[in-house]
């Protein structure tokens, strides 16, 4: 069964750290551009950052630019969201998608597989 399982959210305070992880199994993540989403309560679901199949390429939303980053190990078969100094705006449950291919960004509505998402609460 392909699935890809988030996990590391939960409850930080204002300025505070936390990292996500997304775990592939059933698949190999080497084939797959790798992006995390988010969405909060009464919004549409948004794009927050992603990497391409290598890792050498990246992107990220202005509103987490200088605070998150994405890696990815893919002999752990797992990508990363490192998410520093967040705020409360960044509340959402995070999503982590695939899309196979030699991609740079990661269409929203063109990903292959998606996971079932992780809370975020950044409260204090």
């Known amino acids: 069964q392909l699935q890809l399982v988030e996990s590391g959210g939960g409850l930080v305070q204002p300025g505070g750290s936390l990292r996500l992880s997304c775990a592939a199994s059933?698949?190999?993540?080497?084939?797959?551009?790798i992006g995390w989403f988010r969405q909060a309560p009464g919004k549409e679901r948004e794009g927050v950052s992603c990497i391409s199949r290598s890792g050498g390429s990246t992107n990220y939303a202005d509103s987490v630019k200088g605070r998150f980053t994405i890696s990815r190990n893919n002999a752990k078969n797992t990508v990363y969201l490192q998410m520093n100094s967040l705020k409360p705006e960044d509340t959402a449950v995070y999503y982590c998608?695939?899309?196979?291919?030699?991609?740079?960004?990661?269409?929203?509505?063109?990903?292959?597989?998606w996971g079932k998402g992780t809370l975020v609460t950044v409260s204090s």
């Open positions: 059933g698949f190999t993540l080497d084939y797959y551009a």
């Open positions: 998608a695939a899309i196979r291919g030699m991609l740079r960004t990661c269409p929203r509505d063109g990903m292959d597989y």
